[in-house]
């Protein structure tokens, strides 16, 4: 049993709900996989073996008494240390926040829990989450575990180098702007972000209640090295808790897909941005896949992903000008500093409340164009940026284009801000070269991306963990 760490999350849940295996058993496994690669890549930064081992036997007790509790039942995960574990510091990346205590568990947390899942660590993220790259001065550095030259993505890039390399089945991310999606590209998995509302984000120990622009883009998501396993982390994570004012009703958007194949817009080069040939590939690629497994596959142009860009950017800008600019400012690292300025500088103030008002009215045009768009074409395949991978802390090098560097990550930073679902999965991708595309459909049709997710991975074949480099020998 020295290998169940490698094995997905739902054929852990089947094999512990069958008395195949127990919790303990798959626990221990994804423990010594954890010990064994992650001083190599630093994507986990707070390692829970005594909680872990005390929730695996509780979960084997259960499991004799009543059964499972839920989809992920006996399943060892991990989750990013931004979100509230009850008595322990919600980090955020930031050296100021090392003693944040969370009173109790978020909903995160609550919910995975609620699901019988076992949490054997808490992942890295930059400083404030607020990056494409994961660093900070308090918990370090996450290396990519394909390529330690590369970025393994943020914000929730130590999410998607645990998760690629076997540490834990599945790992919890969260996407204002992306967060999910590109370290899900950056490392070669699955990565899911859900329409905005689907999963409650609440977190007792936040300092401030977000400001209206954060509350109506941010969600929570699941990484996985396959589709089911994403499927079922949404199970877990859409429960409804009470305490998130968004949570919208999800009526069996996760139950088991089927086949539906539809008409998929093909978007695999653009004049808004430079694009790397690789990235163009990858997208072709998945469009054959789609196509030989009867999906109508039409090379299009859908509405300006730029377009979305620019709002994001002038939205979100000046909300963090209002908000978590000055905290950044006041508690950021340095890398944290400079990525902010190459995000904002440039961008245009918005002074009063007239001029807020009616710049955020310019998002029911935006959805609207695709409302109509997604009318046509139910599922739009394209990049996850124009940009394949790159070189790590790219953003605060001193050869860093902001307009490049905005450009190239228009097609996931866009679409928050409108509440779209986006998938990103590894078509492309080779040993030591991470490569993916992303999936994007209208609001509420997240099963959409799951039926063609599963679709491309079937042509794709099973995504084994990595061993990064480091490593002193396979287990």
Request: glycine share 10%; aromatic share 6%; proline share 7%.
């Amino acid at each position: 049993m020295n290998d169940l760490w490698s094995w997905s999350a739902a054929d852990l849940a089947s094999g512990i709900a069958a008395g195949r295996i127990t919790s303990v058993e798959a626990t221990e496994s994804a423990l010594a996989r954890m010990d064994a690669v992650n001083p190599a890549i630093n994507a986990v930064v707070d390692t829970l073996h005594d909680q872990a081992m005390e929730s695996a036997r509780a979960a084997d007790a259960t499991l004799r008494r009543t059964g499972p509790l839920g989809a992920l039942h006996g399943v060892p995960i991990t989750v990013k240390i931004n979100v509230d574990y009850g008595g322990r510091a919600t980090t955020n990346g930031v050296v100021a926040y090392q003693d944040l205590i969370a009173p109790e568990d978020g909903s995160v947390v609550r919910n995975l829990r609620a699901s019988g899942a076992v949490i054997i660590g808490r992942t890295n993220t930059p400083c404030y989450s607020m990056r494409g790259f994961t660093s900070n001065d308090l918990h370090g550095a996450t290396k990519n575990p394909h390529n330690p030259d590369l970025t393994p993505g943020g914000s929730s890039g130590g999410a998607g180098a645990a998760t690629a390399a076997g540490i834990g089945a599945m790992g919890h991310g969260n996407d204002i702007g992306g967060s999910v999606r590109h370290p899900a590209y950056c490392n070669a998995i699955y990565g899911l972000r859900p329409t905005a509302g689907v999963t409650p984000a609440y977190n007792p120990s936040q300092l401030a209640e977000r400001f209206i622009v954060s509350q109506m883009a941010a969600v929570q998501g699941p990484h996985a090295r396959t589709m089911e396993d994403i499927r079922l982390a949404m199970l877990a994570l859409q429960q409804p808790d009470p305490r998130d004012i968004w949570q919208i009703p999800t009526d069996g958007l996760f139950a088991p897909v089927s086949h539906r194949p539809c008409r998929v817009a093909l978007h695999a080069e653009t004049d808004e941005a430079r694009v790397d040939q690789e990235v163009t590939a990858a997208i072709r690629l998945a469009g054959e896949m789609l196509s030989e497994a009867g999906y109508e596959v039409v090379e299009t142009t859908p509405p300006s992903l730029w377009e979305t860009m620019e709002f994001w950017l002038l939205l979100l800008g000046n909300e963090m000008r209002a908000g978590l600019g000055p905290l950044m400012e006041q508690n950021g690292d340095w890398k944290m500093k400079r990525a902010y300025h190459l995000l904002t500088d440039g961008i245009p103030y918005i002074e009063d409340r007239d001029g807020f008002l009616k710049a955020y009215a310019k998002r029911s045009t935006l959805l609207r164009k695709w409302q109509l768009f997604f009318e046509e074409f139910p599922l739009l395949l394209t990049a996850v940026t124009w940009a394949k991978p790159m070189v790590d802390d790219y953003d605060v090098s001193d050869n860093a284009d902001a307009d490049w560097f905005r450009r190239v990550y228009a097609p996931i930073s866009g679409t928050p801000t409108i509440g779209l679902p986006g998938l990103s999965v590894p078509v492309g991708a080779e040993p030591g070269l991470p490569m993916g595309i992303q999936l994007v459909a209208g609001r509420h049709a997240d099963r959409r991306l799951l039926e063609a997710g599963v679709a491309l991975e079937r042509a794709i074949g099973p995504r084994a963990p990595v061993d990064p480099a480091g490593t002193v020998a396979k287990q």
